[in-house]
């Protein structure tokens, strides 16, 4: 089972990520285990998943925008957005976009090219874990969320920039 960081702690990973949509078959494989399907399975294939023992959260492709899960939004007890490769940010406007504008209060987790030296600022955005990459260590890991004591910009972990807040 893989190990993940969840709420700042290394856990075991208790869903399975759907690469592809499943059939009634494949579905079956992974009754009473929690999953993530593609959204494009969510918007799909509703009726099958309704049929499903265990948990369903869905997966967001870099392009595809939180607002597409319309109305079923907030009963997903999960939302992973996917980091393709290094460069593309795109999932960090998604994740701030869930919590601010859309008030998502469940798990959002950061899946694919994920490495320790975005760890801080995707929790900054409102990443509550973080499916990290093969080659990174997450005991190692753990320590990105120390890197920086302050913060100067508002972001949803810290509303208020540095220079509204009081000194302690």
Same mark, same amino acid.
């Given at each position: 089972?893989?190990?993940?960081?969840?709420?700042?702690?290394?856990?075991?990973? @208790?869903?399975?990520?759907?690469?592809?949509? @499943?059939?009634?078959?494949?579905? #079956?494989?992974?009754?009473?285990?929690?999953?993530?399907? @593609?959204?494009?399975?969510?918007?799909?294939?509703?009726?099958?998943?309704?049929?499903?023992?265990?948990?369903?959260?869905?997966?967001?492709?870099?392009?595809?925008?939180?607002?597409?899960?319309?109305?079923?939004?907030?009963?997903?007890?999960?939302?992973?957005?996917?980091?393709?490769?290094?460069?593309?940010?795109?999932?960090?406007?998604?994740?701030?976009?869930?919590?601010?504008?859309?008030?998502?209060?469940?798990?959002?987790?950061?899946?694919?090219?994920?490495?320790?030296?975005?760890?801080?600022?995707?929790?900054?955005?409102?990443?509550?874990?973080?499916?990290?990459?093969?080659?990174?260590? @997450?005991?190692?890991?753990?320590?990105?969320?120390?890197?920086?004591? #302050?913060?100067?910009?508002?972001?949803?972990?810290?509303?208020?920039?540095?220079?509204?807040?009081?000194?302690?």
């Amino acid at each position: 089972m893989q190990k993940i960081i969840k709420d700042r702690q290394l856990i075991d990973d @208790p869903w399975v990520l759907l690469q592809e949509s @499943p059939d009634a078959a494949a579905l #079956e494989l992974q009754t009473g285990r929690d999953i993530i399907v @593609p959204l494009n399975c969510w918007q799909e294939q509703q009726e099958l998943l309704a049929t499903h023992e265990g948990q369903i959260g869905v997966w967001l492709d870099s392009h595809e925008l939180p607002e597409s899960l319309g109305e079923g939004l907030q009963r997903l007890p999960l939302i992973a957005l996917n980091f393709p490769e290094f460069k593309d940010g795109r999932a960090f406007s998604s994740a701030r976009a869930l919590r601010q504008n859309l008030a998502y209060q469940g798990e959002i987790r950061a899946i694919g090219d994920v490495a320790r030296d975005q760890l801080f600022f995707m929790a900054r955005c409102g990443f509550t874990s973080f499916a990290l990459r093969e080659d990174q260590d @997450p005991e190692t890991c753990l320590e990105a969320f120390e890197d920086f004591r #302050e913060a100067y910009q508002p972001a949803i972990d810290q509303p208020l920039p540095l220079f509204r807040r009081r000194p302690a």
